[in-house]
């Protein structure tokens, strides 16, 4: 039985000599990276995961700094950088309601209120005040929605539908 597993961060390089790598989050949840969390790291798809227990944590500019329990050198996490960093499905916490993980999103259709099909989350950036998703049109530019009460008014995971109201500008190219 195949477990499923979960994007939680990239690691893009290491930092320093003594073991420490940057990662770019992928995730909403600081829990992820904390002392004795496990977390699996991949070299690509296919790769077979290798198990990391977080020894310390902490952030630095635009990244999270992680070291991992027996790795202490440069050389020994060197092998780390590209690869990304994964939970199992029974690590994920529970979401209050109205609350959703970036899988259940992504690849959702989206449409107007009226019906007008727009096409399906490809992304979603989070790049402060609230995400916003990048949904792929047909021989058109993306379009960025925000995720805001105005502007998403209803989400059906089961069905993987999206109801949006844009707000003016919004649908403009």
Known sequence: MDIKMYNVGKVVN????????????????????????ELYWYQDENSKPQKLIVNTHRKHKTFD?????????????????????KVREDQLSDLEEDEYYYYEIIGCTVETVEGEALGKVKEILSPGANDV??????????LLVPYIEQVVKQIDIESKRIVIEPMEGLLDL
Request: avoid cysteine; aromatic fraction near 10%; charged fraction near 30%.
């Open 14 to 37: 290491t930092h320093g000599i003594a073991g420490e790598v940057r990662v770019v989050r992928i995730t909403d949840f600081d829990e992820r990276f904390e002392p004795g969390e």
């Open 65 to 85: 700094l992680l070291t991992f329990q027996g790795y202490t050198t440069i050389n020994q996490v060197e092998e780390l950088k590209g690869g990304i960093l």
């Open 133 to 142: 998703w990048v949904v792929q049109r047909t021989k058109q530019k993306d």
